[in-house]
């Protein structure tokens, strides 16, 4: 079956523009992760959805991300007024992890690779 | 914070064994995974060893966990060059949110 589809796969902006990033989960999976790789710096946790519960928007790094999940299935994470440092690729992944499947492990997408000029 | 920590670089010459390790901090950690990274993907689960478990193994892949010591390996035994790709360890606690580590390049030498 399909796996997690992101778009696009690489985006350019100029500094201060909004942009868009977009994730469509596998069918099925409640949950769903937003992360960060910047170059050597690993991957940092952004967002989590579960299911309909509130978000976990304990990762995002300022009032500049946010992020939504329309019917418990695709995603957005909006940036705005994006800045140099947002250069990065932000990775996707989704998961039917929940109450009684803790061990599922995560699906992740190919990322959006974001540079900012 | 939980904190997960890996070497950022390992050289290896094909047919040689790898070993790829990893720490954390989690006393509370479940479940523990490695993942896969090829150029412009994803990451991709390897495999992945729960915490009241010593060792797992799969085909070339021997997973080693010394829960004492909070510290995780990876062992890939022959390596080949299609190998080479960035492996991330990362651990479930309390939360639903992976922790991931830096990640390790392999490199495999022909």
């Known amino acids: 079956g399909a796996g997690v589809s992101q778009s696009p796969s690489n985006k350019v902006t100029e500094k201060g523009k909004d942009v868009e990033l977009r994730c469509d989960p596998i069918?099925?999976?409640?949950?769903l992760y937003w992360y960060r790789q910047s170059l050597g710096q690993g991957l940092e946790f952004l967002i989590y959805?579960?299911?309909?519960?509130?978000?976990?928007k304990s990762g995002l790094p300022s009032d500049r991300f946010s992020a939504e999940r329309t019917g418990g299935s695709v995603s957005t994470l909006t940036i705005q007024r994006t800045q140099q440092e947002d250069s990065a690729v932000y990775l996707c992944?989704?998961?039917?992890?929940?109450?009684?499947?803790?061990?599922?492990?995560?699906?992740f997408g190919n990322g959006t690779r974001l540079t900012v000029t | 914070g939980e904190d997960v920590e890996q070497s950022l670089f390992l050289s290896v010459r094909e047919g040689d064994s790898s070993v790829i390790n990893c720490t954390y901090t989690?006393?509370?950690?479940?479940?523990l995974y490695w993942y896969k990274q090829e150029p412009g993907a994803g990451l991709q689960l390897l495999t992945y060893?729960?915490?009241?478990?010593d060792m797992k193994q799969d085909q070339r892949l021997t997973v080693l966990l010394n829960k004492k010591d909070k510290h995780l390996s990876l062992r890939i035994a022959d390596t080949q060059t299609g190998d080479s790709a960035i492996y991330f360890c990362?651990?479930?606690?309390?939360?639903?949110?992976?922790?991931f580590g830096r990640g390790t390049s392999l490199i495999v030498h022909p």
């Open positions: 992944a989704s998961s039917s992890w929940g109450e009684t499947t803790y061990n599922s492990p995560l699906h």
């Open positions: 069918s099925g999976h409640t949950a």
């Open positions: 959805f579960q299911g309909n519960s509130a978000p976990d």
């Open positions: 989690d006393s509370s950690s479940t479940y």
């Open positions: 060893i729960f915490s009241n478990m």
């Open positions: 990362a651990e479930t606690g309390g939360s639903y949110i992976p922790t």
